[in-house]
């Protein structure tokens, strides 16, 4: 199972464009790049999902270079309501384990 | 939207006592989870089903069983509460393979 690596914590203000990067150095072929989101006191949240390149959903955009040894998640336009810890996970063919390290905490001010 | 449902959200119990957490998945999906979050740990996965009456270890599966009497339904046990089962408990549903888990909000558990 592919390791992901993270930053601990970010801070941002309402409005701006968020971008948290996530290496994964050890991915498989057929591995993809899942991300969720987690409030405190309530479980993660599926927010996207993507195999390489560019993958938009109406939350956010993933992207994933050639050698898909990283990808970064994009949150446009942030508001207070994101504040939340963000994982990355590599989600391997036939295997249900999940491996959520301890995620990226981002902190979005007024 | 996939809902997943457990059925408390927070819940007391006392050592020794023998402790029932209840999940319903909406989306008909075979493969069913439970995990636990605790500080530090991250989420960590007791035991999984792939199917009505079938059930896998986990990670951490000691003094936890499950029962998959119905598809939507998939039960954690715990058998005989102790202290050092206080945590939050997870549970999620997965349709074919490589889509994504869905989780329902959690139980927080405590044993007194």
């Known amino acids: 199972l592919a390791k992901t690596t993270q930053p601990i914590s970010m801070d941002s203000y309402e409005g701006q464009e968020v971008n948290i990067t996530c290496s994964h150095n050890?991915?498989?072929?057929?591995?993809?790049i899942t991300w969720y989101q987690q409030f405190p006191s309530q479980g993660p949240r599926f927010i996207i999902q993507?195999?390489?390149t560019k993958v938009t959903n109406e939350v956010a955009s993933l992207f994933i270079p050639a050698d898909r040894k990283s990808s970064t998640l994009s949150l446009p336009r942030v508001s207070l309501s994101d504040t939340a810890v963000y994982y990355c996970?590599?989600?391997?063919?036939?295997?249900?384990?999940?491996?959520f390290g301890t995620g990226t905490r981002l902190q979005v001010f007024p | 939207d996939v809902k997943v449902t457990q059925s408390s959200r927070y819940l007391v119990k006392r050592t020794g006592e023998k402790v029932f957490l209840e999940c319903v998945q909406d989306?008909?999906?075979?493969?069913m989870f439970w995990y636990r979050q605790d500080p530090g740990l991250g989420l960590r996965l007791i035991y999984f089903?792939?199917?009505?009456?079938?059930?896998e270890k986990g990670d951490i599966p000691e003094g936890y069983s499950v029962s998959r009497e119905k598809k939507e339904r998939f039960s954690l046990i715990l058998e005989s509460a102790s202290t050092n089962q206080t945590s939050m408990y997870l549970c999620?549903?997965?349709?074919?393979?490589?889509?994504?888990?869905?989780f329902g909000d959690g139980t927080r558990l405590s044993i007194l």
């Open positions: 989306m008909d999906h075979e493969n």
């Open positions: 089903s792939y199917d009505v009456k079938m059930k």
């Open positions: 996970l590599v989600l391997s063919y036939n295997t249900d384990k999940l491996i």
């Open positions: 050890n991915i498989a072929t057929n591995d993809y």
């Open positions: 999620a549903s997965r349709g074919q393979d490589l889509e994504p888990q869905h």
């Open positions: 993507g195999y390489k």
